[in-house]
């Protein structure tokens, strides 16, 4: 509970203190004749508070496609990481970030062995652009569909972001490299994730 990553870093491999944050949560690990990480099995639940934009490998290297958002020095307030872990992998199903201007959401895997990275990253800033009533209605509408087009996703960045990448990253967590992605390849999840936060935020605007 309220672990220091940071000092938990600095005292294993790591020789190089990345920066501030606090996890609380579970972590699980098992497994049968266990000879190394590939016969490893277990999961992991965190909740994550006050963690520096630092902190998450590659994230302070979106600055160069967010115009004139920052994350350089960005905190955040609230997240978390859940998965599980097999086969040599670690296999992120949610991860999360929020702060007053910025919400960061990703899934994928990374190995074990290399700490090699395969992740889906949505970063996004906070700008809601239609008035109540327009936005409720939207959002009404979405609630009734199981598959989202393309146009849906062109829309509801429309409504919610004044910037929205969306981005593959992989390499090491020491070396991580980022590309954008275009709107037509983006998954499922990320396209739900996007359709949720509409969901809240006309929730919060009805309140």
């Known amino acids: 509970r ?11 491999h790591v020789t190089s203190r990345i920066a501030h944050g606090r996890v609380s949560g579970e972590l699980t690990l098992g497994g049968r004749g266990v000879r190394g990480l590939n016969d490893l099995k277990g999961r992991f639940d965190a909740r994550l508070g006050m963690t520096q934009a630092a902190a998450i490998p590659g994230l302070v290297q979106a600055d160069q496609f ?26 992120i199903d949610q991860f999360e970030l929020s702060s007053d201007r910025i919400k960061v ?18 970063i996004s800033t906070r700008n809601y652009r239609l008035g109540d009533e327009q936005l409720l209605a939207f959002a009404g509408q979405l609630a009734l569909q199981s598959v989202f087009p393309v146009a849906t996703l062109v829309e509801v960045n429309r409504i919610l972001r004044d910037r929205t990448i969306y981005l593959d990253v992989t390499g090491s967590l020491r070396d991580p490299r980022l590309r954008l992605k275009p709107l037509e390849i983006i998954r499922e999840e990320a396209v739900r994730f996007l359709v949720r936060e509409l969901m809240v935020a006309a929730s919060i605007r009805k309140d």
């Open 2 to 12: 309220r672990v220091d990553f940071g000092y938990l870093l600095s005292s294993s």
């Open 105 to 122: 959401w990703s899934q994928g895997k990374i190995r074990l062995d290399n700490l090699r990275m395969d992740l889906e990253v949505i």
């Open 66 to 91: 967010l115009g004139l958002v920052t994350l350089n020095g960005s905190q955040f307030k609230e997240g978390r990481a859940k998965g599980v872990i097999g086969a040599g992998d670690a296999t």
